[in-house]
């Protein structure tokens, strides 16, 4: 938690994680629905991909559980007390069924506005430091650990997107070898991983955004700011949860 927000710098940008507003993640884009192992002729592995699937929908869950959880107590920090509450009934909400992808995208949606509400604040003027010193090191720690888990969702997701779009059409070619069940779940996996894809980054260009202040805040003020170590260990055991 001692380290200096340089150092802390540093080792994201060399660790390739580009993540928590010190350096953002490139926006990928989805690749072309051509080729992969899927159109050699393999049979489609539908288990698999859906096992993927289901991996990249837990991850997001949990990187915005984790995400609504850090603003939060930003907002509780500055006294916008009905704008926390309104956050933690989306979150409460989405808690109820983490199965649930459409609860994830409305906790998401959530995310996004309140990012952007939190870049037009005064920090100086609304944060309460005696709050700030209470709530802004584990906010910290979590928009960061949430930013992680956010960049891990994107790359799976890039990485899923051509492998379902080939084995789909081979699914869909073939109902009686794989079922219509098949061409169902491989299509839910396929939209997804483009929702990933094509919200994700800019979810995080905007947590980014406005949490550049919050260091800068934090570092006025004379709050300890989580290290890159912390970050990584608060996300790794988020993953076990």
Known sequence: MKRTIGVVIMTVLMAGT??????????????????GAAESGEKVDVAALSSRDAA?????????????????????ACGRAAEAAKLEATLEEAKKNPADTEG???????INN????????????????????????????LLGAGSLLDVQAVNDAR????????????????????????AKDLGSGLSTAK?????????????????SGLVKYARTNKID????ADLEKQSKDIEKE
């Open 114 to 141: 309140a990012s952007d509400a939190m870049k037009e604040v005064d920090l100086n003027s609304s944060m309460s430091k005696s709050e700030a010193r209470l709530r802004l090191g584990k906010a910290l720690l």
């Open 225 to 228: 700011i989580p290290s890159q």
């Open 56 to 76: 990249i929908k837990m991850r997001l869950y949990k990187a915005s559980v984790t995400l609504a959880s850090g603003l939060i107590e930003v907002e509780k």
């Open 195 to 211: 929702f990933v894809i094509e919200t994700v980054p800019s979810q995080l260009s905007t947590i980014g955004s406005f949490t």
């Open 104 to 110: 994830t995208k409305k906790l998401c949606t959530d």
């Open 18 to 35: 580009q993540a928590f507003g010190w350096g953002l993640p490139s926006v990928p884009s989805i690749p072309g629905f051509g080729g």
């Open 159 to 182: 990485n899923l997107v051509s492998d379902i779009a080939s084995g789909l059409r081979r699914v869909q070619a073939s109902p009686m070898t794989y079922g219509l069940a098949a």
